[in-house]
Nanobody
Framework: QVHMVESGGGAVPAGGSLRLSCAPSERTFSSYFMAWFRQAPGKEREFVAGMSWPGGRSTYTDSVKGRFTISRDIAKNTVALQMNNLKPEDTAIYYC???????????????WGQGTQVTVSS
């Protein structure tokens, strides 16, 4: 089964930046809506940002608006998450996933990857 492969995580101080990247394990895989989620220790997995294609409409959770930017490279079949002005509360494992419709519901997504750790120190 196709799964996502995330990369780009790391440890940064508050105010720093990171760029996450996601690609499907099979290059021919495509999905209408791609999204990033995150899960902090002891918390449920939450929607962070998503983008549709075609159309290129993006959706963000309120806590990251103005700081995070999602983008898709259709030619490379990848989706990226540029994260600026990171805060300690952004610390989590970040996951990439695919859905057939525009949704923030975790249950509607599949093809989950293993995730990439983002740690922001104060």
């Amino acid at each position: 089964q196709v799964h996502m492969v995330e990369s780009g995580g790391g440890a940064v101080p508050a105010g720093g930046s990171l760029r996450l990247s996601c690609a499907p394990s099979e290059r021919t895989f495509s999905s209408y809506f791609m999204a990033w989620f995150r899960q902090a220790p002891g918390k449920e997995r939450e929607f962070v940002a998503g983008m549709s294609w075609p159309g290129g409409r993006s959706t963000y959770t309120d806590s990251v608006k103005g700081r995070f930017t999602i983008s898709r490279d259709i030619a490379k079949n990848t989706v990226a998450l540029q994260m600026n002005n990171l805060k300690p509360e952004d610390t989590a494992i970040y996951y990439c996933a695919a859905a057939s419709t525009t949704t923030t519901l975790t249950s509607r997504y599949g093809n989950w990857g293993q995730g990439t750790q983002v740690t922001v120190s104060s």
